[in-house]
Structure formats: structure tokens, C-alpha cells
């Protein structure tokens, strides 16, 4: 076990814990991995492939597997025991559809960075969800080095999706990310939602070429997002500006 897991349950909320920093409420995480996932995923009718570093929680998986074209979804999690906690635990596998156990999941309890160093294979979609880059361990995932390594891998027309924490209360972490993708030579298109539990929170869309993320047509079923509100999550408002940084 890499780190702290605690879950907790009060009335019909509950809420998983990583070395005491929230990663997910059940109040509000489609808020999160709607605008996370559907931009990416309906940027192209070419998704047969999906590979997802961190998300082991499976509530990444459970949006990408909303698409039925998808055949493959790789999932890379350095913490084998967080992964099979979420597969087991009723409360979590309620919240993710049992995605940890579909037949199409392939799971691989290792360091996505070297793993991608050592793999030959790409990917219509790459999504890394993983938490902040508190720590030199974590912030290697969020390198020019890292994303020159994803940019690889990525198939013609293929996309990278990042979580890349809050622009509100940390902007300068949050243009660094999407700095450091362009310097790997993506065409990134950054975006932000409001989730309650953890604040306006952002992603950073990429691909090898200028593509947009506000027109695709998304699956039935979400909770939050819709064909109207997909735009807005591209939208800024003049007090979140982009900051110059290295």
C-alpha cells in the first residue's frame, strides 16, 4: 500500500481519502469525471483504445465505458491494494458500476512513467488522473519529460486529458501543467468546472494537432453534463487569466 486510504459515510455521502486529501465525494464527482472524460472521449469516433494513468478509484473507467466502441481500457495504478479496495468495496464498486471489473479493464500495478518508457504500444486516448504534484515522486508525471513520453504513444488524432488541480486557488501550478504540454509540443486547450468539494477545478485537453473538446456528442445517462453545458467548461472568466509561467 503506497498510501493512507480512508472512506467515509455519513447519511447517503461518502467520500475516499488518499493520505488525507479528498479524492472524490460522492455528492458531487460526476461533476469531475464528466468534464473530465466526455470532452476527450467525443473529440473523435476513433477510441477503440483507452489508456488511464492513476484513476483508481475506476470512476474515470466508468465514463469511458459509457462509450460501447471502446474495446480496451488500460489501467495503471502504482497502488495494486487502492485498486482492488475500490474493485471490492460495495460503497465504491456502487459508485463506479463495477468498472474495475469489466471484462475490457486491464489492470497493471505499476509506475506509469516507466511503463510508458518500456511499451511500445499506443493509444486513441491517454487520461492522467492522478493527484496533485505535491511531491518530486508524483511531480515526475507531470513533467515536459512525461508528456513528450505520452505525446509517443498517442495515436493519429489521438488525445491526452490531464487533471491539472484548481486554477483559482493554484494557477500558477495550473498554467505550469499546461505550459509544459505545449513544450512537449501539444496543442493544449484548457478547461475548468465547478465541483463543490474541491472547489473550480481544471483540465488540460492535448493532442498533436489543434482539435476542440465543446462539440462532441455525449452518451445518455450523465448526471451533470449536457450538450449545453459542454462549451462552458471552455469559457474563462477575467479573474482566472493565464498566468505566464515557466
Not at 464498486?93 to 497493471?108: E, H, K, M, P, V
Not at 495550473?174 to 513544450?183: D, L, Q
Not at 475548468?192 to 473550480?200: F, K
Amino acid at each position: 500500500l503506497y498510501q493512507r486510504v480512508v472512506l467515509t459515510k455519513h447519511k447517503n455521502r461518502h467520500e475516499l481519502y488518499l493520505d488525507g486529501h479528498l479524492q472524490f465525494s460522492s455528492a458531487d464527482e460526476r461533476r469531475y469525471h464528466e468534464s473530465f472524460a466526455h470532452p476527450a472521449m467525443g473529440a473523435s469516433a476513433m477510441r477503440r483504445d483507452v489508456l488511464i494513468i492513476g484513476g483508481g478509484d475506476g470512476l474515470l473507467a466508468r465514463e469511458v465505458f459509457r462509450y460501447g466502441d471502446v474495446k480496451r481500457l488500460t489501467l495503471i495504478d502504482i497502488d495494486g491494494e487502492l485498486v482492488r479496495f475500490c474493485k471490492t468495496s460495495k460503497l465504491i464498486a456502487a459508485q463506479n458500476a463495477g468498472a474495475l471489473g469489466d471484462s475490457r479493464l486491464r489492470f497493471l500495478a505499476t509506475d506509469g512513467f516507466t511503463w510508458l518508457q518500456r511499451t511500445a504500444e499506443r493509444f486513441d486516448r491517454i487520461f492522467v488522473d492522478l493527484p496533485d504534484p505535491r511531491t518530486e515522486g508524483v511531480a515526475r508525471l507531470y513533467s515536459v519529460e512525461f508528456y513528450k513520453v505520452v505525446r509517443q504513444h498517442l495515436r493519429p488524432g489521438g488525445v491526452v486529458a490531464v487533471q491539472a488541480t484548481t486554477p483559482y486557488y493554484m494557477p500558477r501550478v495550473f498554467w505550469s501543467i499546461v505550459t509544459s504540454m505545449e513544450k512537449a509540443g501539444l496543442a493544449v486547450v484548457p478547461a475548468h468546472v465547478n465541483v463543490p468539494s474541491l472547489g473550480e477545478w481544471g483540465f488540460a485537453f492535448a493532442s498533436r494537432g489543434k482539435r476542440r473538446y465543446d462539440q462532441g456528442a455525449l452518451p445518455e445517462g450523465l448526471a451533470f453534463l449536457s450538450q449545453a453545458t459542454l462549451p462552458t467548461l471552455f469559457v474563462w472568466p477575467l479573474d482566472l487569466p493565464r498566468r505566464k509561467v515557466k
